[in-house]
Nanobody, 123 residues
Framework: QVQLVESGGGLVQAGGSLRLSCAASGIYAMGWFRQAPGKEREFVAAISWSGANTYSANSVKGRFTISRDNAKNTVYLQMNSLKPEDTAVYYC????????????????????WGQGTQVTVSS
């Protein structure tokens, strides 16, 4: 059973920064998603299990950075220049991938999910 434990959420003012962490029980292709009240779950960023490839949604490109430390089985989401519209519950997800460069952007491609961490950006 794959376990994902997220941390790092909180309340921050617009323009501020937060770093989310997701500790996994193994090495997988990983992704971050978010869900605001009344909205569907939205893709944020993904990274291959090797860390060689990453991809971010247009809405966060240039502000958020996904990275990983495989020695710690941990994936990070550095969020800078936060906006009130970034307010959501953020989830990390894990997927088994055969190839070191593969990343995924659809929720259905992920088999395992964390419990979520709240990020609130005040204006």
């Amino acid at each position: 059973q794959v376990q994902l434990v997220e941390s790092g959420g909180g309340l921050v003012q617009a323009g501020g920064s937060l770093r989310l962490s997701c500790a996994a029980s193994g090495i997988y292709a990983m992704g971050w998603f978010r869900q605001a009240p009344g909205k569907e779950r939205e893709f944020v960023a993904a990274i291959s299990w090797s860390g060689a490839n990453t991809y971010s949604a247009n809405s966060v490109k240039g502000r958020f950075t996904i990275s990983r430390d495989n020695a710690k089985n941990t994936v990070y989401l550095q969020m800078n220049s936060l906006k009130p519209e970034d307010t959501a519950v953020y989830y990390c997800a894990a997927a088994s991938a055969a190839f070191r460069y593969t990343w995924y952007s659809r929720p259905a491609e992920y088999s395992y999910w964390g419990q979520g961490t709240q990020v609130t950006v005040s204006s």
